[in-house]
């Protein structure tokens, strides 16, 4: 899923390639795509783009006369910039927005079609899909405290919670753990504060560094390939690699459709944290420090 650093190199290159350009045609090829039927979506024809911003992981385009169009693109929807005239009859492509110059195509690599959009007619309509969750690159410290310490959860939910912060997914947020040097399963209300402050310091500083290297890195282009899993990641998806750091293996812990990835050699004093389904299948032999995963 395009979390906060890759929304936000969304943003800037929607805004630098289209701002300005008006909408020719909109083509919609899975109409479950569509959260909101009035406006119909036809009604985006004809406007001219005024600017893109980000509300968590949702991108919304901004036209002129006042209208909105949010989309949320979930764990596989992507963007991709076309020639003019493009077909969009690929089975991924859900929707394709005709535009001056190319065709801004939404695609989705998943049957299970989860990407959301919906056309707004008032900024108070986009503050409705809203989470709720603070900007973590605003906020300061003390607000950053207040919203971590809101509910007594494990840090990887309180980071990954939309209600308390603001952009954060599976991926960024087991860079920022592995960088406080903490255990993605300690709770909130066992944190000191010198603890939260590290962590808060962590997100600020992981965050900002992934914008960059993803501004660097992706140039003047159109972001073609965002995923949640690059080589410059030091924690998740490296599975068993070793540790940047430390040299300790790499461990997860698997629930549902997702994996947490962490350092046990540099987040949690060498123990190796529970997978409810293997340590359930291994019981005894379940390792719980490093030695035992060496044994």
């Not at 809101?150 to 997914?169: C, M, Q, S, V, Y």
């Not at 753990?177 to 709770?187: E, M, Y």
Request: net charge positive; aromatic share 8%.
């Amino acid at each position: 899923m395009p979390e906060l650093p890759d929304v936000v190199l969304y943003v800037e290159s929607l805004d630098r390639l289209l701002k300005d350009q008006v909408v020719k045609n909109i083509r919609v090829r899975s109409p479950s795509v569509l959260q909101t039927y009035d406006p119909m979506i036809d009604e985006m024809v004809g406007r001219r783009i005024t600017g893109f911003s980000r509300r968590g992981k949702r991108i919304v385009w901004e036209f002129e006369p006042t209208m909105f169009f949010v989309v949320h693109p979930m764990i596989a929807g992507r963007f991709h910039w076309k020639r003019s005239g493009y077909a969009a009859k690929s089975k991924r492509d859900l929707l394709a927005v005709d535009l001056d110059e190319g065709t801004m195509v939404l695609t989705e690599a998943s049957t299970q079609k989860r990407a959301r959009a919906w056309l707004l007619r008032s900024k108070q309509d986009v503050d409705r899909l809203d989470a709720g969750g603070i900007n973590v690159l605003e906020c300061n410290a003390t607000e950053f405290d207040r919203a971590l310490r809101k509910e007594n959860r494990t840090l990887k939910r309180a980071l990954t919670n939309p209600k308390t912060f603001d952009g954060i997914g599976n991926a960024y947020s087991d860079e920022i753990l592995l960088a406080a040097r903490l255990s993605p399963l300690r709770r909130t209300d066992q944190l000191s504060d010198a603890e939260s402050k590290r962590l808060y310091e962590a997100t600020q500083t992981t965050l900002r560094w992934w914008i960059e290297h993803l501004r660097e890195s992706n140039g003047d282009r159109f972001p073609e390939k965002v995923t949640a899993f690059r080589p410059e990641m030091k924690a998740h998806g490296k599975f068993g690699e070793p540790c940047r750091d430390c040299g300790a293996p790499i461990q997860r812990i698997r629930y549902a459709s997702n994996e947490c990835n962490y350092c046990p050699g540099c987040q949690t004093e060498g123990r190796i944290l529970s997978d409810r389904s293997l340590a359930r299948l291994l019981k005894d032999d379940w390792p719980k420090t490093l030695d035992d995963l060496e044994d």
